[in-house]
């Protein structure tokens, strides 16, 4: 079957990379427990942050494009993105991605702006291979915790849901992520037509792009018991499928506390959102580790 991605790749040697790519900030009205996110540009600014900067998954398009000519058909079908997110991008900023595959179902890719900083490393795998996220979680849940003053509330194994997690090509995506699918494939930093045309689509419906499994299981939030006000930032992610996601597909997805931990800026908590049909057959799981910045909770302790 012919690519559907309309954009070219490169090969040097082992590596494949894409094109340099600006992506687009979709966030700036983002809003959760009554205030303006990180990725407002005098929120990001009060935090001591160079600028508000785009939301991490916005990266995982270029991965697709990479992924897909290495594992074809079979990456929308059990394809998994696994990253540790190393330097925010700001508006404006071009991104190149790279992978190098490294065996039958497992790549290594990596993403960086034109003065070499790393955007982000990351593993991606098809077919249940160990992910670059399989170590990192279990470290943390390994880690001694400390004294929490906004996560306190939260308890390993605590969930939450089922809420509706069904992506529309035109609804839009709640306070979380005010813009529809269609309003994101108009910027998309990689145009697949799988994701808008269901006749040219292997599965008769358009696919789910893999930043935007991020959106279906954290759109209308998690609702766990995070002190407030409070803005947090993501530090890890991984999107894996089990089978292909559809857009107008009915689908609901639970959250699990699965890791607490502390740096010296944020406290932070791992979720795993679990995406089922309406059978309840997990369809994909997104593992979300973010945290939330101490200097944004009024009365933090010194």
């Given at each position: ?17 894409g094109e340099w790519r600006s992506p687009q900030q979709m966030l700036h009205d983002q809003t959760y427990d009554g205030h303006v996110s990180v990725h407002d540009d005098s929120m990001a600014e ?257």
């Open positions: 079957m012919a690519n559907p991605f309309s954009g070219s790749t490169q090969r040097e040697d082992d590596i494949v990379m009060g935090l001591g942050l160079l600028g508000a900067p785009i939301e991490g998954p916005t990266h995982f398009s270029q991965l697709d494009l990479l992924a897909y000519e290495m594992f074809g058909d079979e990456w929308f079908v059990t394809g998994c993105v696994s990253s540790h997110f190393e330097n925010m991008v700001i508006e404006g900023e071009k991104v190149k991605a790279f992978a190098r595959q490294v065996g039958d179902h497992t790549a290594e890719a990596w993403a960086e702006k034109e003065n070499g900083d790393c955007v982000l490393t990351a593993s991606l795998t098809v077919k249940e291979a160990k992910t670059a996220l399989s170590e990192r979680l279990v470290a943390a849940q390994e880690k001694d915790l400390g004294e929490l003053f906004i996560i306190d509330r939260l308890e390993l194994g605590m969930t939450t849901g089922p809420d509706n997690a069904t992506l529309t090509m035109d609804e839009h995506n709640g306070d979380m992520y005010p813009f529809s699918l269609a309003e994101k494939l108009t910027s998309i930093t990689e145009p697949c037509r799988w994701y808008s045309d269901h006749n040219s689509s292997p599965w008769q419906l358009p696919v789910v792009p893999s930043e935007m499994l991020s959106v279906m299981g954290h759109r209308g939030g998690s609702h766990l018991p995070v002190r407030g006000p409070s803005v947090g930032l993501f530090i890890d992610l991984e999107v894996r499928r089990r089978q292909p996601v559809l857009v107008g597909v009915e689908y609901s997805v639970t959250h699990e506390v699965v890791a607490m931990g502390q740096s010296r800026r944020v406290e932070s908590y791992w979720t795993r959102s679990s995406i089922a049909d309406i059978d309840g057959v997990s369809v994909a799981d997104v593992l979300l580790h973010q945290g939330v910045f101490k200097a944004s909770y009024q009365g933090y302790p010194s």
